[in-house]
């Protein structure tokens, strides 16, 4: 705080330095491999660069700053985990995790952007595409000259995406596709789009849309409280003629999209780890910083309960991410085990930061520190990617044998 | 240009400084390494980018254990094109100039760079004393080096300004700020160093003429104290009695 001319306090703008340090409270690092530390570390160190000392100003204004595709690239964010040949960078599962989680350490849209184009756009045409699709979009995407997205949710159909009323008709050697797409990340800027649609028998695939093809619209979503860094918008498909080689061949059926959401959703479960440390973090040494009462705030007990129940559970996050990780890297890693993951981790991270708002007191709801932009990104990252309720259900289908949504 | 590097490994500036109970060496637990960022950023991307511009080669040397191998893996994957690791416990920085030495001595580097410091004890000597034993020139803070053929033209920082000297090949550079500007390695980078190689050499039998006897941290700062503005006699029977200052 500082006094203005008018004896009024007013809240200093100061140049914020990423102060966060590192956490490990189970030595978990002694579970990593090499890969995983320098992966880590270096991600760790473009995110105190590149976004820490941009990403308030892009929060408050709802603007994405798009020049970090470029950057994302260049680090390695996007594929990790596909074979260098295809763009991607050839790491295991979690290489993958543990760069998710330092993005959204930064910031869930930053992490946002980069799950969507590795997860959501490149792995499903490296998985169901052909040769020639992969040849032709994966280096590029890969290297940030393209941007991708994911277009699943229909502005009716957000949990129950079976229910999807975009559709395509085959006429000769195009498809004719219709419908709209809603909640779309990325959608406004990018270039290509992987849409689901049903086709004329009521079975769902995947299609490539090219930005430039005609009857194709990507309005941006404006007004939201979350996840303002990161762009959202529709996909407004008006008999868009759509090539039939852009046709995804390999998959038919709604297991498409749901591999798909299965990689972005295992990275969510580590990238929360992030959002939750940098909240802890800062909840940590602001403790120890600020007194009251003549001692600091980290000596009252209610705040060290606060403090031990933070760190208890993102220790326990970590050991299920890293579970989830040897699995995956084993193939072994069922929908249901992330479905788990996600569901635990993102809520842990949500209830931390709102316990680290408390302990930053008033200043907890400024830009100043970062807790409360953390917050208000996840309660989108609750609910998308399967909201909080549906992986419930999930497990408790898993459990039971007994199916709840029907 | 062949160029050598000579990396070390540093605790990370947020560490918690502690020593073992006699108070002889550094508390290791718990305690995260990285590399010393004079060695990484400045050192390092130098050669780097000496190498792209004329070609060549880059290695990095550390002498030291096994764990090390983190942080060199680091090197190679910011681009070095092969390691060497001095199997050994490490010493003095005599005894890290002796094993620089051994092997350099053999292998014709036209330059050979070390950080000006490591940032865990500031001793600023392995450099000098590697000249010493390569008998070559020694250039210290350098905080800029453009070559040309043979000729490298180097400025250093020194009190208050920059002095420029001129040195043929093969010569011993300390790097300080300025000589380049740090590079992330990429997740490729990462995944190819793994590929590259890692040669671990035994370490020549050395003995240590100066040994570590004691630590000890600086004593805790004490806490700010506030005087009125109005209340100047207070300030000056402080900074008399308590600060010393008068
Ligand atoms: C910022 C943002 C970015 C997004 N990015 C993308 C993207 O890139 N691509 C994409 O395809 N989608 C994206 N989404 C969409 C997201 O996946 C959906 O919002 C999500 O699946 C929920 O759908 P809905 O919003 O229609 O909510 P609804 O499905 O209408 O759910 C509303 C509520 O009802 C509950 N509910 C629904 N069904 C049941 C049931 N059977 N039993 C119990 N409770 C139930 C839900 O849990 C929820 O609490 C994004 C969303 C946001 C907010």
């Given at each position: 705080m500082q006094t203005n001319s008018n004896g009024i306090h007013t809240i200093e703008k100061k140049?914020?330095?990423?102060?966060?340090?590192?956490?490990?409270?189970?030595?978990?690092?002694?579970?990593?491999?090499?890969?995983?530390?320098?992966?880590?570390?270096?991600?760790?160190t473009w995110?105190?660069?590149?976004?820490?000392?941009?990403?308030?100003?892009?929060?408050?204004?709802?603007?994405?700053?798009?020049?970090?595709?470029?950057?994302l690239a260049e680090i390695g964010a996007f594929g990790p985990s596909l074979p260098v040949e295809y763009g991607g960078g050839g790491m295991d599962e979690i290489a993958y995790g543990v760069i998710m989680q330092e993005l959204e350490r930064g910031d869930s849209g930053i992490r946002s952007m980069a799950s969507v184009q590795g997860s959501l756009v490149m792995y499903p045409i490296f998985r169901f595409g052909s040769e020639e699709q992969r040849r032709k979009y994966l280096p590029k995407l890969g290297s940030g000259e393209f941007i991708g997205c994911f277009g699943l949710t229909e502005p009716d159909h957000g949990s129950n995406p079976s229910g999807m009323v975009t559709n395509i008709k085959d006429d000769g050697d195009a498809y004719i596709l219709n419908g709209s797409k809603m909640w779309i990340t990325n959608s406004p800027v990018a270039d290509i789009a992987v849409v689901w649609a049903k086709d004329e028998a009521g079975k769902i695939r995947g299609v490539i849309v090219e930005k430039d093809m005609k009857g194709f619209h990507a309005p941006e979503i404006h007004g939201k409280w979350s996840l303002r860094a990161s762009?959202?918008?529709?996909?407004?498909?008006?008999?868009?003629?759509?090539?039939?080689?852009?046709?995804?061949p390999e998959v038919?059926?709604?297991?498409?999209?749901?591999?798909?959401?299965?990689?972005?959703?295992?990275?969510?479960?580590?990238?929360?780890?992030?959002?939750a440390l940098d909240c802890y973090d800062s909840a940590l040494r602001y403790s120890l910083e600020r007194e009251q009462f003549g001692k600091p705030i980290g000596q009252f007990q209610l705040t060290q309960k606060k403090l031990a129940e933070m760190i208890t559970e993102i220790t326990k996050a970590q050991l299920l991410a890293?579970?989830?990780?040897?699995?995956?890297?084993?193939?072994?890693?069922?929908?249901?085990q992330i479905s788990m993951a996600k569901r635990n981790n993102v809520n842990m991270a949500l209830e931390i930061a709102r316990e680290a708002r408390q302990i930053h007191g008033g200043m907890g709801i400024t830009n100043e520190y970062p807790v409360m932009r953390h917050m208000m990104n996840l309660e989108t990252v609750l609910t998308y990617e399967g909201t909080h309720d549906i992986h419930l259900l999930i497990t408790g289908m898993d459990v039971t044998g007994l199916n709840a949504f029907k | 240009m062949k160029i050598l590097v000579c990396v070390s490994k540093a605790p990370d500036t947020t560490t918690k400084i502690a020593f073992n109970a006699d108070g002889t060496a550094l508390n290791k637990d718990g305690v995260q390494y990285i590399m010393n960022p004079y060695d990484e950023w400045y050192a390092l991307v130098r050669a780097l980018e000496l190498k792209e511009a004329a070609g060549g080669s880059v290695t990095i040397i550390n002498v030291g254990p096994k764990e090390n191998d983190t942080v060199i893996r680091k090197g190679l994957a910011i681009g070095a094109d092969n390691a060497v690791r001095i199997n050994s416990n490490g010493g003095s920085a005599m005894y890290i100039a002796k094993q620089i030495a051994e092997y350099a001595k053999g292998e014709s580097f036209d330059v050979v760079i070390t950080g000006k410091e490591t940032i865990d004890e500031n001793r600023s000597e392995v450099g000098a004393m590697l000249a010493e034993f390569l008998d070559?020139?020694?250039?210290?803070?350098?905080?800029?080096?453009?070559?040309?053929?043979?000729?490298?033209?180097?400025?250093?920082?020194?009190?208050?300004?920059?002095?420029?000297?001129?040195?043929?090949?093969?010569?011993?550079?300390?790097?300080?700020?300025?000589?380049?500007?740090?590079?992330?390695?990429?997740?490729?980078?990462?995944?190819?160093?793994?590929?590259?190689?890692?040669?671990?050499?035994?370490?020549?039998?050395?003995?240590?003429?100066?040994?570590?006897?004691?630590?000890?941290?600086?004593p805790a700062k004490s806490a700010v104290k506030l005087v009125d503005p109005e209340?100047?006699?207070e300030l000056v029977r402080l900074l008399h009695e308590e600060a010393k200052a008068l």
């Open positions: 140049a914020k330095e990423d102060r966060y340090q590192h956490h490990d409270y189970y030595n978990i690092d002694e579970l990593l491999d090499d890969d995983h530390l320098l992966a880590r570390d270096a991600v760790r995110v105190k660069q590149s976004v820490s000392p941009i990403i308030e100003e892009y929060s408050e204004k709802a603007q994405c700053p798009t020049h970090l595709f470029k950057e762009i959202t918008g529709e996909l407004v498909f008006e008999d868009v003629r759509v090539p039939k080689a852009n046709i995804l038919v059926g709604l297991k498409g999209p749901l591999s798909c959401l299965s990689k972005a959703r295992y990275g969510i479960a580590w990238g929360a780890i992030g959002a890293w579970r989830l990780g040897s699995l995956a890297n084993k193939g072994k890693a069922t929908p249901a | 070559m020139p020694f250039i210290s803070y350098a905080s800029k080096m453009d070559v040309a053929g043979n000729t490298a033209t180097i400025d250093r920082d020194i009190e208050g300004g920059t002095e420029t000297v001129e040195v043929d090949t093969p010569f011993v550079l300390s790097a300080a700020k300025g000589l380049a500007e740090q590079r992330i390695p990429n997740m490729r980078g990462i995944m190819m160093a793994k590929r590259k190689p890692l040669n671990v050499v035994e370490a020549v039998a050395f003995d240590d003429l100066v040994v570590p006897v004691h630590y000890e941290l600086p209340n100047m006699d």
